[in-house]
Structure formats: C-alpha cells, structure tokens
C-alpha cells in the first residue's frame, strides 16, 4: 500500500475532462509539503509534469493542471487527447517516514 | 543538454553485489542532489535514495537501507548505487533523476534482475 493513494484508474473520451487525485495525510501533503505529478508513457521514463502543487514545466501544455488542499492533491486534464493515455504518479515527503514517497500510479485510458 | 545514463544492470543470483553507475553531462554536476528510483515489472515508481551535491548527506528507503549505499564521484560527474545482499524484490528498472525530488531530468534506466 502507498501512502499517497490514487485510484488506479480512470478513464474518458477524447476532449474530456479527467481529474487524478492523490489521497495523503498529515505527515505528507498535509503538513505542506509539495507535490509533484509525473506521466509515464508506456516502456519510458517518467516524465514531470506539474511541479510543486501547480506549476506546469516548460514544454507541457496548459491542459494539464495541478491543485493541492488539505491532505490531498489532485491533477486535472482537460480536452483529453490519445497521446494522453499514459500512467500517472503524484509524489511528496513524509516526515514520518523520512522518505519522498509516490502515489501507486493512475492509468489514464482515452476512450 | 542534461543527458543521465544508467549503466551496470543485469542478473544476478539472490545475495549478490551490483553496482549501478550514472553519468551526468549537461550541468553542474555537483551543485545539484542526485536521486534512485526503480520501477519493479508493472509496478509503480518507488523512491530508493538521494545524495546531496557534495556526497555529504544520504537518504535511504527503508526497503534498501543497511543494503544499499549510494555515493557520487564529482570529479567524474558519475552517481553510483551500490547493492549489497540482492534479493528478488530488487528485480526492477533502476533510474537515475536530477534533483532531490520534482525530477525533471531522468536516465532511461538500467535493468536488475535478481532470480537464481
């Protein structure tokens, strides 16, 4: 089990909307610490896509956007593509652990 | 242009040593944190270890402490892992990152199979 929780998949139709949330707690997200989104197409390296909390790396279009409150994240797509299908990880620190941790990933199907 | 490149992966038999190299070009390596990450066989990203620029300061998962050592050679711009006491659960694409977290750059990986 992660200690950043994401749904495991999600899926939607070309031009779309989908939101991946990432579920931490007090010790992680919750205590302020930031997260960052990463995409992974298939037989790749991941690739960063939001960095802390909300901030879109050169390069990644503004479809893809980041939030954060409380003890939860979540990454929003908007005018979803095929090229968007791809598995997604949300990451953090967590003090109680002494660790940055990742989310067990989200798998994105376009439909 | 950043370019990371993992080297020293392969199979090994359960208890045994490896050594992960990564090459770094592109910036000034030792300004800069270096992170492990592994991806096991259809499984989920999971943090192994980061060093500070000057090699000084160390963070381990738990999964790999007391096993694994990570160091670098600044002089070499090259950031190593070393593996101690291998079992199957180390078996996964092993990548080498910039930074401390937030990895914007990353190696293609390098394969560990640990199986006897």
């Known amino acids: 089990q992660s200690v950043l929780t994401q749904p495991p998949s999600v899926s939607g139709a070309p031009g779309q909307r989908v939101t991946i949330s990432c579920t931490g707690s007090s010790s992680n997200i919750g205590a302020g610490y930031d997260v960052h989104w990463y995409q992974q197409l298939p037989g790749t390296a991941p690739k960063l896509l939001i960095s802390g909390n909300f901030n879109r790396p050169s390069g990644v279009p503004d479809r893809f956007s980041g939030s954060k409150s409380g003890t939860s994240a979540s990454l929003v797509i908007t005018g979803l593509q095929a090229e968007d299908e791809a598995d997604y990880y949300c990451?953090?620190?967590?003090?109680?652990?002494?660790?940055?941790?990742f989310g067990g990933g989200t798998k994105l199907t376009v439909l | 242009e950043v370019q990371l490149v993992e080297s020293g992966g392969g199979l090994v038999q359960p208890g045994a040593s490896l050594r992960l190299s990564c090459a770094a070009s592109g910036f000034t390596f030792n300004n800069f944190p270096m992170t492990w990450v592994r991806q096991a066989p259809g499984k989920g990203l999971e943090w192994v270890s980061t060093?500070?620029?000057?090699?000084?300061?160390?963070y381990y998962a738990g999964s790999v402490k007391g096993r694994f050592t990570i160091s670098r050679d600044n002089s070499k711009n090259t950031l190593y892992l070393q593996m101690n006491s291998l079992r199957a659960e180390d078996t996964a694409v092993y990548y080498c990152?910039?930074?401390?977290?937030?990895?914007?750059?990353w190696g293609r990986g390098t394969l560990v199979t640990v199986s006897s």
């Open positions: 990451q953090s620190y967590d003090f109680s652990l002494s660790a940055w941790v």
């Open positions: 990152a910039k930074d401390r977290t937030g990895y914007y750059y």
């Open positions: 060093i500070s620029g000057s090699g000084v300061s160390t």
